[in-house]
């Protein structure tokens, strides 16, 4: 997987392509701790850090033909989700971090829903699970 392409706007990436139209975005990041109290802990509890995990989701305007510049449209996606079961290159950059920081790592494709209605805009949702660490980097 290639370094992601950034912006100093909010943007999600998909591999080398910048996800168009993408309106807002949630990120989980999980530190699972567990329980390593033996006798001889002086009756106090002991936890460790164990695994972490990260996931997010997103939604976007539904486009198809409009992407420019790089972006990836509605097609495009859809098209990742269902013929690729590869994790694909995840970068996510909030407006205004004054530090310039974002956060990059794979991530698989795990759920794509769209919808819409008659004389409306049609938008979508999709969700992703991490494969691998997530990092911290800067533009």
Not at 14 to 35: A, R
Not at 80 to 93: G, P, R
Request: with cysteine; net charge negative; charged share 20%.
């Amino acid at each position: 997987m290639g370094a992601p392409i950034l912006s100093k706007e909010m943007f999600i990436q998909l591999d080398s392509s910048v996800l168009g139209f993408t309106t807002d975005f949630d990120l989980e990041i999980n530190k699972e701790i567990i329980d390593i109290t033996t006798l001889d802990s002086s009756g106090w509890m002991q936890k460790l850090v164990d695994l972490k995990s990260w996931s997010g989701s997103l939604s976007g305007l539904v486009t198809r033909s409009g992407a420019t510049g790089g972006e990836k449209d509605f097609d495009a996606l859809v098209n990742s989700i269902c013929t690729s079961d590869a994790s694909v290159l995840t970068a996510i950059k909030p407006t205004e971090i004054a530090s310039n920081q974002y956060l990059v790592g794979g991530a698989f494709l795990s759920n794509l829903k769209f919808s819409g209605a008659k004389g409306g805009g049609m938008t979508y949702s999709l969700s992703f699970e991490g494969s691998e660490g997530l990092t911290i980097s800067t533009v």
